[in-house]
């Protein structure tokens, strides 16, 4: 069956160090792969879209790789802060404009 | 300001009635979308409308139903069938597939 795994623990990092964030898929051969955040009781909020024949992709401190071989897209933030802190979700679209998430991995930043 | 309108916030429903959640957007999307989330979890897709008088199953449609009726609107209805409906609900709209507009989500508890 299709499955989009994030790391279900809790990601705890030191203000100003970088976080590097997980999504691995299974049974897909996604045109794109989509990061967002959310915050407890919002709607997430687009962050980046990477394409299948993108390798990476930057937006400020933010970071995106996609690897189609490895079925991986690791989600990065350089210079980490507290405000940093939320759930990051993965998304893919598996056809048409049907979109599916991952489970989201929290991120704490520690001042 | 363009977005999208989730309404009500918090909505509670004895068992066995029906009950509507509102989505209203003001993005000129075509597409339109309908998550649920529990506590700790990611987005599980309930179902989808790409355009007017045209929606598709997601991965958990049972016990839920749409309509599409006008571009900016998609009410969600979860029926007495659906046996676990305390949840939050998030509705979101894209123009193409690809980056998603989320509402604020509204929080239905069964009492």
């Known amino acids: 069956s299709q499955k989009i795994e994030q790391n279900s623990e809790a990601l705890n990092i030191q203000e100003g160090k970088t976080a590097t964030l997980t999504c691995n898929y299974t049974?897909?051969?996604?045109?794109?792969l989509q990061w967002y955040r959310q915050d407890p009781g919002r709607g997430p909020v687009f962050l980046l879209l990477i394409r299948e024949n993108e390798k990476e992709k930057r937006k400020e401190r933010l970071k995106v790789t996609f690897d189609t071989t490895l079925k991986q897209s690791l989600f990065h933030i350089t210079a980490s802060q507290p405000a940093d802190s939320a759930t990051y979700l993965c998304a893919l679209d598996t056809g048409g404009f049907k979109t599916i998430f991952g489970a989201g991995t929290r991120l704490f930043v520690k001042a | 300001d363009g977005g999208i309108t989730q309404s009500p916030k918090y909505l509670f429903r004895k068992e066995g009635q029906n009950v509507t959640l509102s989505c209203e957007q003001n993005l000129n999307h075509d597409a339109m979308y309908w998550y649920r989330q529990d506590p700790g979890q990611g987005l599980r897709l309930i179902y989808y409308?790409?355009?007017?008088?045209?929606?598709q199953k997601g991965d958990i449609a049972e016990g839920y139903s749409v309509s599409r009726e006008k571009k900016e609107s998609f009410p969600l209805t979860v029926t007495s069938a659906q046996k676990n409906p305390t949840a939050f609900y998030l509705c979101a709209s894209t123009q193409s597939p690809g980056e998603l507009f989320f509402g604020e989500g509204s929080r239905l508890t069964v009492l």
């Open positions: 409308s790409q355009i007017v008088n045209d929606f």
């Open positions: 049974n897909y051969s996604p045109a794109y």
